[in-house]
C-alpha cells in the first residue's frame, strides 16, 4: 500500500474515482442515443480551452470547461438542425478545436510538449489540488444531473418523439446531455486524457450490456467497472511508469473481452432453459392420455 503515501497518488486516486463515476454515468446515455463518439469530439475541442488557459494564465481545467460546453452546444444544434452539411460542420469543428489548442498552448509562455502530452493522455504527477477541487465541483453537477434526471434523460435517449409526445422538454434535455458529457470530458482529461476520455464514457458501458438487461442494472455495473479499471490503471501506472490514460482504457477493454466471454453460455443457457419452459408450458396444457389435436375444436 505504498503507493497510497506520495500526496500525488491520493489526488491521482480520488480523481480517477470520480472519473470512474462520470464517466459511465454520462456514457450511457450517449450509447442510448448512438453518439458513443461525442466525447470524443468534445475532447477535441477542449484542447482550444486548455491552449486558452496556458495562454492566459488561468486554470486549464475551468477554461476547457467553457469552451468544451460552448463547443458540445454547438455540436447538439448541428446534430439538431444540419441537414447535408453536418458532418462537414462537426469535423471542422473537431479538428479546429484539436489545431487551436495546440497552436496556443505552443504560443504560451508556459506551455510545452510535456505539459500537452499529460491533457492529452493523462498524467498522474500533474494532478493538482486545484485540479482536485475542480474536478470534485464539476463531479458532483455531472451526478446530481445524470442520476436526479435519469428518467427524464432515458426517456429522451430512448425515443424522443414519445418523449415530446409526453411533455417532456426534448430540446432542453438534449442541450443538457450535451452540457453533461463536455463537462465529464474536463472531469475526465487530467487521468485519462482527452483523446481517450471517449473509450471511459462508452467501453464500461458496452461491457456492462453483456451482462445486464435492464437501465438501472446497466447504469450500476457500468460504474462500478468504471470505477475499477480507472483505480487499477492508476496503481498500475505508478509501479509501471506507463501513461495512465491508455492503461485504463485497455483494462476496460479487457473487462468487456471477459464479460463478452461469460455472457456468451450464459445466453445459451437462457435460451435453452426458456425453450425447456416454452415445451413445457405446452405441454401441460395437453392432458393426459391425449393428443394436443384432440383439443381442437372448430
Avoid at 497518488?9 to 470512474?20: D, I, S
Avoid at 461525442?38 to 477542449?46: E, F, N, R, S, T
Avoid at 479499471?229 to 495512465?244: E, R
Wanted: aromatic share 6%.
Amino acid at each position: 500500500m505504498d503507493f497510497l503515501e506520495p500526496a500525488f497518488m491520493q489526488r491521482a486516486l480520488l480523481a480517477a474515482v470520480l472519473v470512474g463515476i462520470t464517466a459511465p454515468a454520462v456514457g450511457i446515455y450517449l450509447v442510448q442515443r448512438r453518439q458513443a463518439l461525442m466525447g470524443d469530439g468534445i475532447g477535441h475541442v477542449a484542447m482550444t480551452g486548455v491552449g486558452l488557459g496556458f495562454l492566459l494564465n488561468s486554470s486549464p481545467v475551468w477554461m476547457a470547461t467553457l469552451v468544451a460546453i460552448a463547443g458540445s452546444v454547438a455540436m447538439e444544434l448541428i446534430r439538431a438542425y444540419g441537414k447535408t452539411r453536418g458532418d462537414l460542420a462537426l469535423a471542422l469543428l473537431f479538428y479546429g478545436g484539436m489545431a487551436g489548442g495546440v497552436l496556443l498552448i505552443n504560443l504560451s509562455p508556459t506551455g510545452s510538449n510535456a505539459n500537452l502530452s499529460s491533457y492529452l493522455f493523462g498524467s498522474l504527477s500533474t494532478v493538482s489540488s486545484e485540479d482536485i477541487t475542480a474536478i470534485a465541483v464539476l463531479a458532483a453537477f455531472v451526478i446530481l444531473v445524470t442520476v436526479g434526471l435519469r428518467r427524464q434523460l432515458f426517456a429522451v435517449s430512448q425515443d424522443e418523439e414519445f418523449a415530446r409526445v409526453t411533455g417532456l422538454p426534448v430540446r432542453l434535455l438534449n442541450l443538457l446531455i450535451a452540457v453533461t458529457a463536455a463537462v465529464t470530458v474536463t472531469v475526465a482529461m487530467r487521468v485519462v486524457g482527452l483523446l481517450l476520455v471517449s473509450a471511459l464514457m462508452v467501453v464500461p458501458v458496452a461491457a456492462a450490456q453483456q451482462l445486464t438487461k435492464s437501465f438501472r442494472a446497466t447504469f450500476v455495473l457500468a460504474v462500478a467497472t468504471g470505477i475499477t479499471v480507472t483505480l487499477a490503471g492508476t496503481v498500475t501506472s505508478y509501479y509501471q511508469d506507463v501513461p495512465p490514460g491508455a492503461t485504463i482504457v485497455l483494462y476496460a477493454i479487457g473487462v468487456f473481452v471477459l464479460l463478452a466471454l461469460l455472457a456468451a453460455p450464459l445466453a445459451r443457457r437462457r435460451a435453452k432453459a426458456a425453450e425447456a419452459a416454452a415445451v413445457d408450458g405446452c405441454d401441460s396444457t395437453v392432458p393426459a392420455g391425449r393428443k394436443p389435436a384432440d383439443d381442437v375444436r372448430v
